[in-house]
């Protein structure tokens, strides 16, 4: 199914220049410039808001907040050093995404704190994720299931599955930092402007468990995905005869339970943290108390009980029924397939309960919603009836075996109940990194200040500590007179400053023009960490994923054996060199434990392999005629390729 889509928020403009005050006069221009790009955000949300389901651009709004939010931990930044300074407290106007509401639009509610900004962008940002994942997965279509799509399409449209894949992790990792750091954060602002006499609604966006179930509702959705990539080639092969046997393409019927069974537990824990806003209820002895005073405060601080929008609770419990029934689906298929004929009545009785669970979702009843709502629930109900006739078609084969030829019980919902395992993860959230602010502490105007000015206290602490020479020394034939060099003009250019009190100066210009060595910079602002898709190690573990030719350069003419690899730490590409080790020629049958094929290892290695890659070339670049190829194989499934080329070890098995 198709992931969840957001109604995304609109807010209100903002003048930062009217809510700062930067005493030295520092950061005017920045200051400037965060309010362009706030008023940018604005103008993308609204355009979003206007346009129509196909006409969205979450790609430019993705970008357009990747431009701002550096701007706003910049604000941030400043203010928590003291570099600026507010007049008043600011007061954002944004509109819900999660709230309840009988009308069409959300409402807009204005909340103090720069805190409120910096979630509500954060959110926004994973909405955006989230529906920029789902409109790529829109654009591929049922792929899967065409026969006419050649390998080299259907490998382009699994990158793109898996580039989906990669948003909605991104996404639950922005709804976890936001749940887990941010709220925190606002709460404690909240509980001050409360305390002020101000008043601060809470929202369900603003919920620590709304969102951090959004989180997981969003690795759920990563995770239908991901079981999609993997039956993608099952699935063509199937095309044409479908039900049992299972093709050889077909991946293990209980992984696939399993990842269906995760899948349904994230859906579930999500709902039952969606749903905790509305059923907070204050006591009924609170109710008739007088709001004054202390007591008016404490009302406005148990502030809650508005529920999170009914299309969103809906969602999530179908989705959790739907993956149930997919799970039980594939626990009755492989108990068809590989039980043999003493667990035909198991594999019936699956299949029973799954479609009778089908059948009940296909079968919900109507419920009037919104046009978006009603497009998702349209899908969902087409994915459903394509299920139910796969478990019919399962059903009808097993059933027919076991009446014929197994002859076995068909055991009770409860007995098998008793025998569903525990669910798999084949997906984990990527972490949010804060964005480095574009100005004030922490950005790289002022690391670069700081390296600076650790360089130089470092030279003071050099010349502080040299010790002066002895003048009244016996080398110096007991003269107390200072030796100076007799010629300065072969240490330095004749356009140099010279003679005494000119230290200062090449000092200074020294400390300026290093800046333009490449390795003196990199080395000073740690690039190699933020650059290198290793993040700066030496070594770096990752999944094989097809095996390419790269051309050697002129004047050579051949093609080197490599491998693209994904690296499991940070998800980053890269293409990987596979070695060859060639006997020497000799008369005769070869050695033993050497090869004479050139491309020998190249078998060792295969796709979805586990390797360990290194660096290649010499400073980190490429090596040879291999033209960008930074990296090489040294291990394959944790065996060194080596002892596999010397046949001292053999590949373990998968």
Same mark, same amino acid.
């Given at each position: 199914?198709?992931?969840?889509?957001? $109604?995304?928020?609109?807010?209100?403009?903002?003048?930062?220049?009217?809510?700062?005050?930067?005493?030295?006069?520092?950061?005017?221009?920045?200051?400037?410039?965060?309010?362009?790009?706030?008023?940018?955000?604005?103008?993308?949300?609204? @355009?979003?808001?206007?346009?129509?389901?196909?006409?969205?651009?979450?790609?430019?709004?993705?970008?357009?907040?990747?431009?701002?939010?550096?701007?706003?931990?910049?604000?941030?930044?400043?203010?928590?050093?003291?570099?600026?300074?507010?007049?008043?407290?600011?007061?954002?106007?944004?509109?819900?995404?999660?709230?309840?509401?009988?009308?069409?639009?959300?409402?807009?509610?204005?909340?103090?704190?720069?805190?409120?900004?910096?979630?509500?962008?954060?959110?926004? !940002?994973?909405?955006?994720?989230?529906?920029?994942?789902?409109?790529?997965?829109?654009?591929?279509?049922?792929?899967?299931?065409?026969?006419?799509?050649?390998?080299?399409? =259907?490998?382009?449209?699994?990158?793109?599955?898996?580039?989906?894949?990669?948003?909605?992790?991104?996404? %639950?990792?922005?709804?976890? !930092?936001?749940?887990?750091?941010?709220?925190? @954060?606002?709460? =404690?602002?909240?509980?001050?402007?409360?305390?002020?006499?101000?008043?601060?609604?809470?929202?369900?966006?603003?919920?620590? +468990?709304?969102?951090?179930?959004?989180?997981?509702?969003?690795? %759920?959705?990563?995770?239908?995905?991901?079981? =999609?990539?993997?039956?993608?080639?099952?699935?063509?092969?199937?095309?044409?005869?479908?039900?049992?046997?299972?093709?050889?393409?077909?991946?293990?019927?209980?992984?696939?339970?399993?990842?269906?069974?995760?899948?349904?537990?994230?859906?579930?824990?999500?709902?039952?943290?969606?749903?905790?806003?509305?059923?907070?209820?204050?006591?009924?002895?609170?109710?008739?108390?007088?709001?004054?005073?202390?007591?008016?405060?404490?009302?406005?601080?148990? +502030?809650?009980?508005?529920?999170?929008?009914?299309?969103?609770?809906?969602?999530?419990?179908?989705?959790? %029924?739907?993956?149930?029934?997919?799970?039980?689906?594939?626990?009755?298929?492989?108990?068809?397939?590989?039980?043999?004929?003493?667990?035909?009545?198991?594999?019936?009785?699956?299949?029973?309960?799954?479609?009778?669970?089908?059948?009940?979702?296909?079968? /919900?009843?109507?419920?009037?919603?919104?046009?978006?709502?009603?497009?998702?629930? +349209?899908?969902?109900?087409?994915?459903?009836?394509?299920?139910?006739?796969?478990?019919?078609?399962?059903?009808?084969?097993?059933?027919?075996?076991?009446?014929?030829?197994?002859? $076995?019980?068909?055991?009770?919902?409860?007995?098998?109940? %008793?025998?569903?395992?525990?669910?798999?993860?084949?997906?984990?959230?990527?972490?949010?990194?804060?964005?480095?602010?574009?100005?004030?502490?922490?950005?790289? +105007?002022?690391?670069?200040?700081?390296?600076?000015?650790?360089?130089?206290? $470092?030279?003071?602490?050099?010349?502080?500590?040299?010790?002066?020479?002895?003048?009244?020394?016996?080398?110096?034939?007991?003269?107390?007179?200072?030796?100076?060099?007799?010629?300065?003009?072969?240490?330095?250019?004749?356009?140099?400053?010279?003679?005494?009190?000119?230290?200062?100066?090449?000092?200074?210009?020294?400390?300026?023009?290093?800046?333009?060595?490449?390795?003196?910079?990199?080395?000073?602002?740690?690039?190699?960490?933020?650059?290198?898709?290793?993040?700066?190690?030496?070594?770096?573990?990752?999944?094989?994923?097809?095996?390419?030719?790269?051309?050697?350069?002129?004047?050579?003419?051949?093609?080197?054996?490599?491998?693209?690899?994904?690296?499991?730490?940070?998800?980053?590409?890269?293409?990987?060199?596979?070695?060859?080790?060639?006997?020497?020629?000799?008369? /005769?049958?070869?050695?033993?434990?050497?090869?004479?094929?050139?491309? /020998?290892?190249?078998?060792?290695?295969?796709?979805?392999?586990?390797?360990?890659?290194?660096?290649?070339?010499?400073?980190?670049?490429?090596?040879?005629?291999?033209?960008?190829?930074?990296?090489?194989?040294?291990?394959?499934?944790?065996?060194?390729?080596?002892?596999?080329?010397?046949?001292?070890?053999?590949?373990?098995?998968?």
């Amino acid at each position: 199914m198709a992931s969840y889509s957001y $109604q995304l928020p609109t807010t209100g403009a903002i003048f930062f220049a009217a809510l700062l005050n930067d005493p030295a006069a520092t950061y005017i221009t920045h200051i400037a410039e965060a309010t362009e790009a706030r008023a940018n955000l604005r103008a993308a949300l609204k @355009e979003s808001k206007r346009a129509d389901d196909g006409g969205k651009d979450y790609l430019r709004l993705v970008k357009v907040l990747d431009d701002y939010l550096p701007h706003l931990y910049g604000i941030l930044s400043c203010i928590e050093h003291g570099e600026l300074v507010l007049k008043t407290e600011p007061i954002f106007s944004w509109r819900t995404t999660l709230s309840s509401s009988i009308f069409h639009n959300s409402p807009r509610l204005s909340i103090p704190t720069l805190a409120t900004e910096l979630v509500f962008t954060l959110l926004t !940002y994973a909405f955006a994720l989230s529906n920029l994942s789902r409109t790529v997965v829109h654009s591929l279509g049922a792929y899967e299931r065409d026969r006419a799509v050649s390998d080299a399409d =259907r490998k382009a449209k699994d990158e793109r599955l898996s580039f989906a894949v990669t948003l909605l992790c991104k996404a %639950a990792g922005v709804f976890e !930092y936001v749940g887990k750091e941010c709220l925190v @954060e606002w709460e =404690r602002e909240r509980e001050r402007v409360i305390d002020a006499g101000m008043t601060c609604p809470k929202p369900p966006d603003l919920s620590r +468990e709304v969102v951090i179930g959004l989180s997981k509702m969003a690795l %759920a959705d990563a995770q239908t995905l991901a079981i =999609r990539k993997l039956l993608s080639r099952a699935a063509s092969d199937s095309a044409l005869t479908p039900g049992p046997p299972l093709p050889k393409s077909h991946p293990s019927p209980v992984l696939i339970a399993k990842l269906h069974l995760e899948c349904a537990a994230l859906y579930s824990s999500a709902r039952s943290l969606a749903k905790t806003p509305g059923d907070y209820r204050p006591s009924s002895k609170s109710k008739i108390k007088i709001s004054l005073g202390k007591d008016k405060a404490q009302a406005m601080r148990d +502030e809650g009980g508005e529920e999170v929008a009914p299309e969103l609770r809906r969602y999530l419990a179908e989705e959790a %029924a739907f993956h149930n029934a997919l799970a039980q689906k594939w626990l009755g298929v492989d108990a068809g397939e590989n039980g043999g004929t003493a667990q035909g009545g198991i594999a019936v009785g699956f299949l029973t309960w799954a479609k009778k669970d089908l059948e009940d979702l296909k079968s /919900g009843s109507g419920v009037i919603g919104s046009d978006r709502d009603k497009d998702m629930r +349209e899908r969902r109900k087409e994915k459903v009836i394509a299920e139910l006739e796969s478990v019919n078609v399962f059903y009808k084969g097993y059933k027919n075996m076991n009446d014929t030829v197994s002859f $076995q019980p068909v055991p009770s919902q409860t007995e098998l109940q %008793a025998s569903i395992p525990t669910g798999r993860s084949a997906v984990t959230l990527r972490p949010f990194a804060k964005p480095t602010p574009a100005f004030g502490p922490g950005s790289v +105007e002022d690391v670069q200040r700081q390296a600076e000015e650790l360089h130089l206290s $470092q030279e003071n602490g050099e010349n502080a500590d040299a010790p002066l020479a002895d003048a009244a020394s016996p080398r110096s034939g007991g003269s107390l007179a200072l030796h100076l060099p007799t010629s300065t003009s072969s240490r330095m250019g004749s356009n140099k400053p010279r003679g005494l009190q000119a230290a200062r100066k090449l000092r200074n210009d020294r400390r300026e023009n290093r800046w333009a060595d490449k390795s003196y910079k990199k080395r000073a602002l740690g690039n190699i960490y933020k650059t290198s898709p290793t993040g700066g190690s030496s070594h770096a573990k990752g999944i094989v994923l097809e095996k390419v030719g790269v051309e050697a350069k002129q004047p050579n003419s051949a093609i080197r054996k490599c491998v693209r690899v994904q690296l499991i730490k940070n998800g980053k590409k890269v293409t990987a060199f596979v070695p060859v080790w060639v006997a020497p020629r000799r008369p /005769g049958p070869a050695p033993r434990g050497v090869r004479s094929s050139n491309d /020998g290892c190249l078998n060792f290695v295969d796709d979805n392999d586990e390797v360990l890659i290194s660096g290649f070339g010499r400073r980190g670049k490429a090596k040879g005629d291999i033209p960008g190829v930074r990296f090489k194989i040294v291990k394959v499934s944790g065996v060194g390729l080596l002892a596999l080329w010397k046949e001292k070890k053999e590949k373990p098995r998968s």
